[in-house]
C-alpha cells in the first residue's frame, strides 16, 4: 500500500526557517513528480511546488518563489521542502501529494508566529 508520511513541521518565529521531509514507500518514488501543497486555515488547498521524477527540475508558486526550495533524494525515497524567510501568511498545514497516484500525505502543521 502506498504511502507519504511528512514531518518537520511547528512552531517558528517570522524571518525562521524549517525543513520538511516526506517519505514515501509502496511504490516508485523515483518515476514520480512530487508536489508540495499547503492549506491555510478556511482556505483552499494552495499548490506550492513541484519536482520532477529525477529531482532535476522543480516549480514554484509565486508566492514561495525564492524562499522556498524542493528536492527529492531517490535513493532515500524523501522528499524535502526547505522554507525560509518564513511569514505568517505560510501558516499552513502542508502535504505532500504523488498526483500520478492520487497520494497525499496526512499533512505536517507549520505555524508561523510571535
Known amino acids: 500500500e502506498a504511502q507519504l508520511v511528512e514531518s518537520g513541521g511547528g512552531l517558528v518565529q517570522p524571518g525562521g526557517s524549517l525543513r520538511l521531509s516526506c517519505v514515501a514507500s509502496?511504490?516508485?518514488?523515483?518515476?514520480?513528480?512530487m508536489h508540495w501543497v499547503r492549506q491555510a486555515p478556511q482556505k483552499g488547498p494552495e499548490w506550492v511546488s513541484r519536482?520532477?521524477?529525477?529531482?532535476?527540475?522543480?516549480d514554484y508558486a509565486d508566492s514561495v518563489k525564492g524562499r522556498f526550495t524542493v528536492s527529492k533524494d531517490n535513493a532515500k525515497n524523501t522528499l524535502y521542502l526547505q522554507m525560509t524567510s518564513l511569514t505568517p501568511d505560510d501558516t499552513a498545514v502542508y502535504y505532500c501529494?504523488?498526483?500520478?497516484?492520487?497520494?497525499w500525505g496526512q499533512g505536517t502543521q507549520v505555524t508561523v508566529s510571535s
Open positions: 501529494v504523488c498526483r500520478g497516484r492520487g497520494h
Open positions: 509502496g511504490f516508485t518514488f523515483g518515476n514520480y513528480d
Open positions: 519536482i520532477y521524477s529525477s529531482g532535476s527540475s522543480a
